[in-house]
């Protein structure tokens, strides 16, 4: 296997640590923002149970 380079270490993770941001802000969007929907209980909820 060849190694990879620190450089490449250091984007893999910096794009990682980027996706994990952009989830936690859409899961939080999602439970706040779109609170006026029929479903809103039920994914909140689900969200709650999630984390």
Do not use: A, G, H, R
């Not at 989830?23 to 999630?50: G, R």
């Amino acid at each position: 296997m060849p190694q990879m380079s620190p450089i490449n270490w250091l984007i893999l993770m910096l794009f990682f640590i980027s996706m994990m941001l952009f989830l936690i802000v859409l899961m939080y969007y999602l439970n706040t923002v779109d609170c006026n929907m029929s479903i809103c209980k039920k994914e909140t909820n689900y969200m709650s149970w999630m984390w």
